[in-house]
Each structure stands twice: as structure tokens, then as C-alpha cells.
Antibody
Framework: QLQLQESGPGLVKPSETLSLTCTVS??????????WGWIRQPPGKGLEWIGI???????HYNPSLKSRVTISVDTSNNQFSLNVTSVTATDTAMYYC?????????????WGQGTLVAVSS | QSALTQPRSVSGSPGQSVTISCTGT?????????VSWYQQHPGQAPKLMIY???KRPSGVPDRFSGSKSGNTASLTISGLLAEDEADYYC??????????????FGGGTTLTVL
């Protein structure tokens, strides 16, 4: 059974960089059928698509976040990561990593449990 | 692009049917059959319930069904059960030439089973 697990600091200071890692188990991140992605959810609010990455390193980002977001992949450790620079309080959210469906719709069929990141001094 | 528009809340009694709407534009919902729906219980990660407008992943009960007309997609839950009480989010492909994989979500709908 595929499992994804987010990890990283739960508290980040304003203007600093938020860094999270997603570890995939039960399947290879280098499987050519899938992209891997990040989605976030501010407390009490809706979901926001951040971006996706292919095992080759090809990335696609949300236009509204593109200038501050980097997603990278480490196939040797079956992990992919998220960096968000110059964070503010509006970046406070539950961050989820997920596997994108094989379907062209780009849905997400497996999700991590999420990790809460607060931006505060 | 703006978030897709969903009603803030809907409710129904056990055994009844409810429909949750998701309204976008001709650039997203209306232009592609790439709408998905997620169920989220409090404190849990979202769960995929419907993809490609009408398809159900393995293990999702056939009480859940999806449809689309023009710029509005809908999720219908029939034979409501108490366990269906959750937040539901729609999601649509909204890609452009510059951002070919972009997706947008709806604001979410809270389903209450009375």
C-alpha cells in the first residue's frame, strides 16, 4: 500500500524559508506513470494546489506562488521536497503531499496525513 | 484564476440525496472533463471520491456520483449515511499555455447529515 509522509519544522519565522520533505513508501517515486505534488490548506479554509514534480525533475507550479516555490525530487531516497521562500503569516497552513492520478485530470489519489506549518516570530 | 464556487453548506436526512454544485468558467470546468471531488473529515487528509467528472476510484461507494453541465459540475450523494458528514471540495483542471498543469479548487462545502 502506497504511503506518503510529510516532515519538517512546524514553525517558521516570517521572511524565512519553509522546507518540507515527503517520503514515499510502498512504491517507487520513479514510476513513470505519476507526478507527485503539494497542496496546502490554511486553517479553516479551502485547498490550494501548489505544484507537482515528475521523477525526472520536471516541475509545474501554481502561477500565484511560482516566484517563491521550488519543488525538488530525490529518487535515491524516494522523497520529494517543497521550499517556499519569504514566508508570511498567509503561508500558515496544513501542507499535504500527494500522488497525482494517472488520469489526465491530474487528481490526487494518495495523500499524506499533512503537516501543520505556522509562520510566526 | 479564482477559486471555484461551491455552496458553503448543504444538509440532508439519512437516506435522502443531496447535490453539491461547483461553478467555474469556460476556461476551467466548462472547457475540460477534468473535475474531481474530495471528501475531508475533520482532522484528516482529503480523499478522492470522483475524478474525470463521473469516475469513481476503487472502493468509493456508488452512492457517490458526478456530473457536469456547462460551467457547473455537481456531486450527488444518494442514500445519505451519517458517515457522509464531511467537507467536500471540487477541483478542476485550469491549465494554460504557460501553466499547462494548473489546478484550482472550490472553497468547500460542509455536508451535515441531520
Amino acid at each position: 500500500q502506497l504511503q506518503l509522509q510529510e516532515s519538517g519544522p512546524g514553525l517558521v519565522k516570517p521572511s524565512e524559508t519553509l522546507s518540507l520533505t515527503c517520503t514515499v513508501s510502498g512504491g517507487a517515486i520513479s514510476n513513470s506513470f505519476y507526478y507527485w505534488g503539494w497542496i496546502r490548506q490554511p486553517p479553516g479554509k479551502g485547498l490550494e494546489w501548489i505544484g507537482i514534480i515528475y521523477y525526472s525533475g520536471a516541475t509545474h507550479y501554481n502561477p500565484s506562488l511560482k516566484s517563491r516555490v521550488t519543488i525538488s525530487v530525490d529518487t535515491s531516497n524516494n522523497q520529494f521536497s517543497l521550499n517556499v521562500t519569504s514566508v508570511t503569516a498567509t503561508d500558515t497552513a496544513m501542507y499535504y503531499c500527494a500522488r497525482r492520478c494517472r488520469s489526465s485530470s491530474g487528481c490526487f489519489d494518495y495523500w499524506g496525513q499533512g503537516t501543520l506549518v505556522a509562520v510566526s516570530s | 484564476q479564482s477559486a471555484l464556487t461551491q455552496p458553503r453548506s448543504v444538509s440532508g436526512s439519512p437516506g435522502q440525496s443531496v447535490t453539491i454544485s461547483c461553478t467555474g468558467t469556460s476556461s476551467d470546468v466548462g472547457d475540460y472533463n477534468y473535475v474531481s471531488w474530495y471528501q475531508q473529515h475533520p482532522g484528516q487528509a482529503p480523499k478522492l471520491m470522483i475524478y474525470d467528472v463521473t469516475k469513481r476510484p476503487s472502493g468509493v461507494p456508488d452512492r457517490f456520483s458526478g456530473s457536469k453541465s456547462g460551467n457547473t459540475a455537481s456531486l450527488t450523494i444518494s442514500g445519505l449515511l451519517a458517515e457522509d458528514e464531511a467537507d467536500y471540495y471540487c477541483c478542476s483542471y485550469a491549465g494554460t499555455y504557460t501553466f499547462p498543469h494548473h489546478k484550482i479548487f472550490g472553497g468547500g462545502t460542509t455536508l451535515t447529515v441531520l
